[in-house]
């Protein structure tokens, strides 16, 4: 998302261009954009003259879009997986660490936008 930031909104770069300057295997590249078109963060034109651009400005694209496609809210868990350790009542000893530290991330991916990183 930085890299395609990085090229203006405006600007449809071919995925090809993202080899050897994204660190993303290339197998695995198709199908990230694919969740981040069907998030509707990027738009994509086929074609030999088709690629890849952002739906809105970086400016108004947080992290916490761009990460929420491809991993599951964790909100209220136990980062153990104990499905009766929750925030209001943790049984775990790692519960309140874990729920300090998942506030900060998610103030962080919250605050934090496609256009900070990209600058």
Same mark, same amino acid.
């Given at each position: 998302m930085a890299?395609?930031?990085?090229?203006?909104?405006?600007v449809l770069?071919?995925?090809?261009?993202?080899?050897?300057?994204v660190s993303v295997p290339s197998n695995y590249r198709g199908k990230i954009l694919h969740q981040l078109m069907r998030a509707g963060l990027l738009e994509s034109t086929r074609g030999r003259t088709g690629g890849f651009r952002l739906a809105r400005?970086?400016?108004r694209i947080r992290l916490e879009d761009v990460v929420a496609p491809f991993e599951p809210r964790t909100e209220n868990t136990c980062m153990l997986g104990r499905a009766r350790c929750q925030d209001a009542h943790p049984c775990c000893s790692a519960h309140v660490r874990?729920?300090? =530290? #998942?506030? /900060?991330?998610?103030?962080? =991916? #919250?605050? /934090?936008?496609?256009?900070?990183?990209?600058?």
């Open positions: 890299f395609l930031a990085r090229h203006g909104s405006d770069v071919p995925a090809a261009a993202m080899d050897g300057k400005p970086a400016s874990w729920r300090e =530290l #998942r506030r /900060t991330r998610d103030e962080f =991916l #919250r605050d /934090t936008t496609v256009a900070d990183v990209a600058s």
